[in-house]
């Protein structure tokens, strides 16, 4: 880059050409007033306060000016102080001139402004000073908005434009009247604003402000314990409690969601079951109940859930004690019922279980293929990603059946009838390999089973998949057209493909594309699932898995367990063992006698159709360990109270496979301990060794020496910074893919269609949808979360309201094949006719309880009250 | 479908980017009297602007309604010569009695409350209009007696 040099303030600077004169100034330490300039936020020239006097030229705006080689500059002059002062005057009239009253004091730009200028409050005054107090709106739980303080900077407004893009506020009227506002002026709490207070961070005045501010005094780096994005987070910390959450960009979740760790109701004592109620017990006698009991079990009639939120360290040694203490492989991990099948499906294909890129590199994408993937409740830093990708000329294709937030980035929107997405994939398919638009060279040269896949191509003529999936051939030509032609592509997905009963064929769909268009082993290309929880792929590394070993090492692979057998120095059970979705069936005809569910609530997470209420009261003996009791937890044994993600040590991988350390940083609440020192105090009360590590550190070592792509982690490195695996290799399968053939597996496939399909009896399908960003980890454990989540709605097209004669607002019934609920009525434009949408927000998906084995579509009718 | 999105359907594909914001606008509420926030929203879907810049564009041109008109449009001139003979009381005196702040109108759809610049009719200062009337000479007093002959009027229609 060229320096150019220039005289600031009779001193020589040297600069960078493209930065304008407001940035030499503060690059050098010289103080310019500013409000409406932001470092991260394109100049808007709009608060006036920055000239500074150019030589030759007299006052510019020095934030709006590019630096020149050989400008002399002034940041001082009576010239340029006069009209500072004169505007800064007309600010205090507008209701500035009472700071010790203000929210901001001590730390608001305009106060320290009239210090540099000297300004004088009371011949300020001389002015009209503005009438009567505006309201502020303090509707969102976490922070006011107060348009008497408000300086009109536009600073909030480019935040949520520029650098989030999602555009919840603009100023709106004009002249005297503007100010900051949503849509319809409305309370911000009602308003697309997603709360992620990253315009609150950067309101330079007193017109944003956190509701409760406490200063921090130091602060930690962490991990976000929400989403598997992994947003590194800064806590705030005055004394021992924490105060507040920084970050690059972090959403509501992140920013505030850390405030599960002081709810009141957390679980401060284990407690055990006596003459049927829970009493609180010594960790002693806990321990030795686990343990007593545990050891009465058969391999087989024994299994443990882990949540995919617990670290690194602890899933491994969950599954240690599951296989080598409790012999049994009867080992999964809440991700089941979210992203496993992806895993295994990407492992399958080209023999490793991961995301094939880093999300970083969605950005030079030419095309992004998103389906069933509600990306901005769900992962929010990925979809500001994708959204940045889209408005630089990357072509979004989107397959959602129900419209979103993304509508004005889509270059493509297909909306097919819930659970037909395989039909829709493989008729693009189709269409790629018919009119030649397949890589051939990378299809014969690094993948297998191309016959096999054209053959079940012809299963999946254009007007069938019209038929099934309800949408319009040309659509679907153009599609695989705009897919196959714009390279690099990128193909994400997430819950709205897994959580289908077929949603393993549907991810084998999307791989098939990626291959068909040699989309896997290059940069900005390849296969993103969008995981949930934030430590999802973790635990499926770690081997949390029935059918796996730490690292996708086959529990009935050649020489797999004889490995682990000599590492772990004790026999091990050579049966895979059973998935968390197959539990309840084994439970009920009684194969399985005894639960550990470590951080999982199946009664509510898992449909109707499992009949988990019904398993869990047959069980002999159920331990339930977590941070809340919750509904699941009536019926255990055993309850064991264990620590949050701000009161321990460990690692976490991302959804890009980046390992990052999470730190404690206080104490745990009550008696309360982390999971992986409660695992290890039970495999020591059963007489286990290889338990016995001094800390996570040491766990993570036998994690390296044992998982092939963790090989080279520890923490002293990890100090520095965040570890990609395996080998900090970003783009996975860039030479020869994992399998032993080192080529990828193409996957023919036959469609089986929804598990429910729509009859006379039960015309309607019904979809749910998060319609907030506050769910998941302890969301619902947040006060202000709890505030925001608008509630549940069901959503009937206008065709179908006309129908039924249903009313907006109006509650009805509605009746699935499995069971039925209340819900009011909102009538939009948005799902298709013959569609309703089920809309919650929080953790709890009410529509389990209409559903059978399909996690997010069924059959329904709706009835009227009378 | 509801009645105003079905005329968003009809005007809007004749329009397509950013640059069309403003005729999209007057078009619509040529058609419709008024911007009700879902045309708003079907015009951001439609142009790929987002709906909060949509709202800031027509909240900041005074051609722009965002809310219904009332059936009496009372408009209040605020023009010099009726504001040295006391417009500001008589905006007073209105808002008191009708509940409404200049800009808005009543939730009934009765009476919409605004204020103009100069109507032409300084001699008879302070005046006000009601749809096509004009009241000259107005007084806070006075301004009880025009609410009369509404309740009438609505009492014989
Ligand atoms: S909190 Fe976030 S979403 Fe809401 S207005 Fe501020 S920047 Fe936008
Ligand atoms: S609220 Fe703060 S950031 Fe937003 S315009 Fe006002 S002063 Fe600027
Ligand atoms: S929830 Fe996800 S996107 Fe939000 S801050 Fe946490 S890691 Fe980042
Ligand atoms: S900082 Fe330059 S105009 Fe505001």
């Excluded at chain 1, 092939?708 to 965040?722: H, Q, S």
């Excluded at chain 1, 023919?748 to 399908?765: K, N």
């Excluded at chain 2, 509940?99 to 919409?112: A, F, Q, R, V």
Aim: neutral net charge; hydrophobic residues 40%; aromatic residues 8%.
């Amino acid at each position: 880059m060229e320096r150019i040099d220039l005289l600031l303030d009779g001193k020589q600077v040297t600069a960078r050409s493209g930065m304008t004169i407001l940035e030499v100034a503060l690059e050098n330490k010289v103080y310019v007033p500013h409000l409406c300039h932001h470092p991260e936020l394109k100049p808007a020239g709009v608060c006036r306060l920055c000239y500074v006097e150019l030589e030759g030229k007299g006052p510019v705006l020095s934030c709006r000016t590019p630096a020149e080689a050989g400008m002399v500059i002034k940041t001082r002059s009576p010239l340029v102080d006069e009209i500072r002062s004169g505007l800064v005057e007309l600010l205090i009239a507008d209701r500035h001139d009472d700071c010790p009253s203000c929210a901001k004091k001590g730390r608001c730009e305009l106060q320290k402004i009239m210090g540099y200028l000297r300004v004088n409050k009371k011949k300020a005054r001389r002015l009209r000073f503005a009438e009567g107090a505006l309201e502020p709106d303090t509707s969102n739980p976490f922070f006011n908005l107060d348009p008497n303080k408000c300086v009109l900077c536009g600073r909030c407004v480019r935040t949520c434009s520029e650098l989030l893009r999602i555009n919840a506020i603009a100023i709106i009227g004009r002249g005297y009247r503007s100010k900051v506002a949503p849509l319809g002026a409305k309370p911000i709490a009602q308003s697309s604003c997603e709360s992620c207070g990253e315009c609150v961070e950067r309101c330079p005045v007193g017109g944003l402000v956190y509701k409760e501010y406490k200063r921090p005094e130091k602060h930690v780096l962490t991990v976000c314990p929400y989403c598997s994005s992994g947003c590194r987070l800064t806590l705030g910390l005055q004394k021992t409690e924490i105060v507040s959450a920084q970050g690059e960009r972090l959403c509501a979740r992140g920013r505030f969601g850390w405030r599960y760790i002081y709810a009141p109701d957390r679980i401060t004592a284990p407690l055990a079951r006596t003459e049927g109620r829970l009493v609180e017990v010594s960790w002693e006698d806990a321990i030795r109940l686990a343990a007593t009991h545990f050891a009465r079990y058969r391999g087989e009639e024994i299994a443990v859930v882990v949540s995919a939120k617990c670290t690194n360290e602890e899933a491994y040694l969950f599954q240690k004690f599951a296989r080598s203490v409790l012999k049994t492989n009867n080992i999964d991990n809440t991700a089941r019922l979210s992203h496993a099948a992806s895993l295994e499906a990407l492992w399958e294909a080209t023999g490793i279980g991961a995301a094939t890129n880093s999300l970083e590199e969605l950005e030079d994408a030419a095309c992004i293929l998103m389906v069933g993937a509600n990306t901005a409740r769900t992962h929010p830093a990925a979809a500001r990603k994708v959204k940045e990708a889209a408005e630089k000329g990357s072509r979004l294709i989107i397959v959602d059946p129900v419209e979103n937030d993304f509508r004005r980035f889509a270059h493509l929107w297909l909306k097919p009838y819930p659970g037909t997405d395989v039909a829709l994939l493989m008729g693009i398919a189709g269409v790629i390999v018919e009119e030649g638009l397949l890589d051939l060279g990378f299809v014969e040269e690094r993948c297998e089973n191309f016959e096999e896949l054209r053959g079940s191509l012809a299963d999946f003529p254009l007007g069938r998949v019209e038929r099934l999936t309800g949408v319009p051939r040309e659509m679907v030509a153009e599609a695989a057209d705009v897919f196959a032609r714009s390279k690099p592509a990128a193909v994400l997905w997430s819950t709205g493909v897994t959580q289908y009963l077929h949603g393993k064929d549907t991810v084998c769909a999307l791989i098939n594309l990626a291959l068909l268009t040699g989309n896997v082993g290059s940069s900005s290309a390849g296969l993103h699932p969008l995981l949930e929880q934030s430590n999802a792929q973790g635990a499926c590394d770690m081997g949390c898995l029935p059918g796996f070993y730490p690292g996708y090492q086959p529990v009935a692979g050649e020489g797999v367990r004889e490995k682990f057998e000599a590492a772990w120095k004790t026999e091990l059970n050579p049966e895979p063992g059973l998935a968390f979705t197959e539990l309840w069936d084994a439970i009920l005809d009684g194969r399985i006698k005894a639960l550990y569910l470590v951080g999982a609530n199946p009664l509510t997470e898992l449909p109707g159709g499992y009949r988990v209420l019904e398993s869990l009261e047959r069980l002999e003996f159920l331990v339930f360990q977590d941070l809340f009791l919750n509904e699941t937890a009536g019926h255990a044994h055993l309850v064991l109270p264990a620590a949050g993600f701000a009161e321990k040590d460990g690692t976490y991988t991302t959804a890009d496979r980046r390992v990052q350390r999470l730190r404690k940083v206080i104490e745990p609440a009550g008696r309360s301990l982390p999971d992986g020192e409660i695992i290890r105090r039970i495999a020591a009360a059963m007489g286990a060794t290889g338990f016995d590590f001094a800390n996570p550190a040491g766990v993570m070592e036998e994690i390296a020496s044992l998982v092939p792509g963790y090989g080279g982690i520890g923490y002293e490195k990890l100090a520095e910074g965040a570890l990609v695996w395996p080998a900090g290799t970003a783009v996975l399968h860039k030479q020869a893919f994992h399998r032993l053939t080192s080529k990828a597996k193409l996957f023919p496939l036959d469609y089986q269609g929804p598990e429910e399909r729509p009859d006379v009896e039960f015309p309607l399908v019904l979809v749910t949808r998060r319609n907030a960003p506050y769910y998941g980890t302890c969301a619902h454990k947040v006060d202000g979360f709890r505030k925001l989540a608008p509630g549940e709605y069901l959503e009937v097209s206008f065709k179908d309201a006309g129908d039924l004669g249903l009313g907006d607002g109006e509650e009805v019934k509605v009746i699935s094949r499995q069971g039925g609920l209340r819900v009011a009525v909102k009538v939009t434009e948005d799902p298709p006719p013959g569609v309703v949408v089920l809309n919650y927000n929080l953790s709890q998906d009410p529509g389990k309880a209409l559903m059978r084995r399909e996690m997010r579509a069924c059959a329904v009718r709706i009835e009227r009250f009378l | 479908m509801d009645e105003e999105l079905a005329i968003c359907k009809k005007v809007l594909p004749f329009y397509s980017t950013r640059h069309h914001l403003i005729p999209v606008l007057q078009e619509l509420q040529s058609k419709i009297g008024y911007l009700p926030e879902k045309v708003i929203v079907e015009v951001s879907r439609h142009l790929r602007v987002p709906a909060s810049d949509v709202y800031a564009v027509a909240s900041f041109y005074d051609q722009f309604r965002l809310q219904p008109l009332g059936r009496k449009r009372i408009a209040v001139c605020r023009g010099t010569a009726c504001h040295v003979r006391g417009a500001p009381q008589i905006l007073k005196r209105i808002e008191a009695m009708t509940n409404l702040k200049e800009g808005e109108t009543s939730p009934d759809l009765e009476y919409t409350l605004e204020t103009v610049g100069c109507i032409g009719c300084c001699a008879l200062a302070p005046c006000v209009r009601v749809n096509k009337e004009v009241f000259g000479e107005m007084s806070p007093e006075r301004v009880a007696e025009l609410f009369d002959v509404f309740g009438e009027e609505d009492g014989n229609a």
